[in-house]
């Protein structure tokens, strides 16, 4: 089924650890997102890509990095990981917009816990 | 830059009750507007966008660019509408990246 996964769902890690948050889609969509979110709070872009070996940072200062090989696969990594970077992250891919303005799809995000 | 504001961070109705949460945009240029949807323990999903001028749900929203303005409405609210509602605005100039609001919470009272 077409559709966008994120693994894993929860992660519970120590400071200090290096971390890979997964995401990948199965639509073909060449942008895809990475979003910032507190719980009950706005969205916050860190990361795009607009296709294969393309990575932007977003609006919010990030210190992950992201890399984009693959169409389908967009991961997020913390080299160290840090209390500060408690959140939930969110993966997104879209098509363009100009033709149709369809808007994101988005993945069921990752609530991570740094201790 | 663009921005997205709703004022409401908690809007509690009545079952029955009409609903509007209410969305205001800055931008120069000519924006397109999206809401999304998020219920309890499930992903954020996209409800409605203005270009399709469709109905979703029993949901409308009118981009009113004189207020710049992009409320959403429904004339009658269910219990199952109780959830987390966010305005996002794409400029549309080269970008893809959506701006999101901070979301106002819907809560419905039987």
């Known amino acids: 089924e077409a559709d966008i996964y994120q693994t894993p769902r929860y992660l519970v890690i120590g400071t200090g650890k290096k971390i890979t948050l997964e995401c990948s889609q199965t639509m073909g969509h060449d942008k895809m997102y990475w979003y910032q979110q507190d719980p009950g709070m706005e969205l916050h872009l860190i990361h795009y890509s607009y296709g294969v070996n393309s990575t932007e940072k977003g609006d919010l200062s990030s210190e992950s990095t992201v890399s984009r090989i693959r169409t389908e696969h967009f991961p997020l990594t913390l080299e160290s990981a840090r209390p500060s970077h408690t959140s939930q992250y969110l993966c997104a891919s879209s098509e363009s917009f100009w033709d149709t303005g369809y808007g994101y799809t988005f993945g069921s995000g990752t609530r991570l816990t740094v201790v | 830059a663009q921005r997205v504001t709703q004022p409401e961070k908690l809007l509690s109705v009545f079952k029955g009750a009409p609903v509007e949460l209410k969305c205001n945009y800055s931008?120069?240029?000519?924006?397109?507007l999206f809401w999304y949807v998020q219920y309890s323990r499930q992903r954020l999903q996209l409800l409605l966008r203005?270009?399709s001028r469709e109905s979703i749900k029993g949901f409308t929203a009118d981009l009113n660019k004189g207020e710049t303005s992009f409320h959403l409405k429904k004339p009658f609210a269910q219990e199952e509408d109780s959830a987390m509602y966010y305005c996002?605005?794409?400029?549309?100039?080269?970008?893809?990246?959506?701006?999101f609001g901070k979301g106002t919470k819907l809560s419905v009272i039987p």
């Open positions: 996002a605005l794409h400029s549309g100039a080269g970008s893809y990246q959506l701006t």
């Open positions: 203005h270009i």
């Open positions: 931008y120069s240029g000519s924006p397109e």
